[in-house]
């Protein structure tokens, strides 16, 4: 796993703590976040198992700001924290200690360095009553599996029947298609999905604007307990009529929910939406006037909208299925291929993408299209017969200084399949077109054509080959 960036930024009244340029918590408002991810759930798991030793599972928080207000309440127990970075664990329990109230020297909390979806899948059924989510906001396709369906199925697991959780979200304001992404991925793990969001003034001065959480359970939350939520303790920023306005959402907001995927590890959905929402302008703004035209999600519990994918809308096997589909001839989409590159890390922006467009054509130009077939050949293997002997003919005849007078049809999809893959691989990766890293200071021709050779890989061909046979 990548070594994480950590930095501290400290002055004589405040402190803000960044992992890789994230904001992770400013102290002038950290309580609003801490308050909004903790208190709900422990309020709610204190009187479901009223008598009980609450036991707490908290993943990430290595801050310790989050097991600080678990600490709070009399009723717990036990809290176990998991955090694989010990970096952060080690400002925890140091720089950080003032914050959280030197939370770690607890005998109620135990640390453990790990990992959080192994650590969870070794633990039994119904260890915990309330497991909180405290993680950073994913910058990749490996943070997000804590926000897949497999993971809260995992969680689902190890609760006990009627147990809560309580999950950091991302941004409803900037990522609606990424935040109800979540939201559809609780529900596809046959929880109850609850999501919540409040404006934390730090993350809106970083540019992040309103935050979202979720509550999550296997037994419905009704109406009642949620009016109850009353945590016996002083709070900063929450307060029942706040929490009340956090639970509603604008129905053109919620609305969205209704077309996004669920997020699992073999088809990571949400970095796509993360990084490509198409509602955040539509939706800007939403949030400051709700009126009476909201959704109140705790008294209309919803349901899964069923929608699992069956490859990332960000994929290059989706990305290469909509170049066929858009490049027919006449079709009233032709050439909108320029525009649908999506962004596919998070330091990329759409205006980065956008100014892809201008490389297209030389890209396909500087194609040496028999060196292209020669590579296809040379990887025949992985291909179906009748697809080697068209190649077999193509490449004739180029080596004769023409083209057949008419290519079949089965032919011109594979050759604009793989040109698809080598031009949308060689734009989508910024150490290829941006410079950042390494390069060859040989000349561009040969250059090109070790890039060529290697993208077209046997794996390549094989992928390549299934998706033909899949959509003939």
């Not at 959080?116 to 910058?139: K, M, N, Q």
């Not at 490389?359 to 293997?381: C, F, I, N, S, Y």
Request: a negative charge; proline letters at 6%; glycine letters at 6%.
């Amino acid at each position: 796993m990548k070594k994480a960036s950590l930095f501290v930024e400290q002055d004589e009244e405040r402190i803000a703590f960044y992992i890789d340029g994230d904001l992770q918590f400013d102290s002038s408002d950290e309580a609003c976040y801490h308050e909004y991810l903790v208190l709900p759930a422990i309020d709610l798991a204190r009187r479901r198992y009223a008598g009980q030793r609450l036991r707490v599972l908290i993943c990430g928080g290595g801050d310790g700001l989050a097991a600080r207000d678990v600490l709070r309440f009399p009723e717990v127990g036990r809290i176990d924290l998991i955090d694989f970075n010990p970096e952060v664990v080690r400002l925890g329990r140091t720089l950080f200690a003032p914050f959280n109230n030197d939370a770690f020297s607890s005998p109620l909390v135990t640390v453990h360095l790990e990992e959080a979806f192994a650590f969870v899948e070794t633990l039994a059924e119904g260890s915990y009553h309330l497991v909180i989510c405290d993680f950073t906001h994913p910058r990749c396709e490996q943070d997000a599996t804590v926000y897949s369906v497999e993971w809260f199925r995992l969680l689902a697991r190890v609760l006990l029947p009627g147990g809560i959780i309580a999950s950091n979200g991302t941004s409803p304001e900037h990522s609606p298609e990424a935040f109800w992404c979540i939201h559809q991925s609780i529900l596809a793990a046959q929880l109850h999905s609850f999501p919540l969001h409040c404006d934390i003034p730090s993350f809106r001065r970083a540019g992040y604007g309103r935050w979202g959480f979720f509550l999550a359970s296997p037994g419905l939350l009704t109406s009642p307990e949620v009016a109850a939520i009353a945590p016996p303790v002083e709070t900063v920023s929450f307060r029942s009529t706040s929490f009340s306005a956090a639970c509603r959402f604008p129905r053109s907001h919620a609305d969205v929910r209704h077309g996004v995927s669920c997020h699992t590890r073999e088809v990571p959905s949400l970095c796509h939406y993360l990084w490509n929402s198409e509602q955040d302008d539509l939706l800007r703004g939403c949030f400051s006037n709700i009126g009476t035209d909201y959704i109140d999600f705790f008294s209309l519990p919803d349901q899964w909208n069923g929608i699992r994918p069956e490859y990332s809308p960000g994929s290059l096997a989706h990305l290469a299925r909509t170049w066929m589909d858009v490049s027919q001839p006449g079709s009233p989409q032709e050439h909108a291929e320029l525009n649908i590159i999506p962004v596919r890390h998070p330091y990329h922006t759409t205006e980065m993408t956008n100014s892809w467009r201008g490389l297209l054509p030389e890209t396909v130009k500087g194609l040496d299209l028999a060196e292209l077939v020669r590579q296809m050949l040379k990887r025949a293997q992985a291909l179906p017969a009748n697809i080697v002997n068209d190649l077999r003919k193509l490449l004739a005849a180029l080596q004769a200084g023409s083209l057949p007078k008419e290519l079949s049809p089965r032919l011109q999809n594979i050759l604009w399949l793989v040109i698809a893959a080598v031009v949308t691989m060689n734009l989508s990766h910024p150490d290829a077109v941006f410079a950042k890293g390494g390069g060859s200071s040989g000349s561009s021709d040969s250059s090109d054509m070790t890039f060529w050779g290697a993208v077209l890989s046997g794996g390549g061909m094989y992928w390549l080959a299934n998706l033909y046979k899949r959509s003939k």
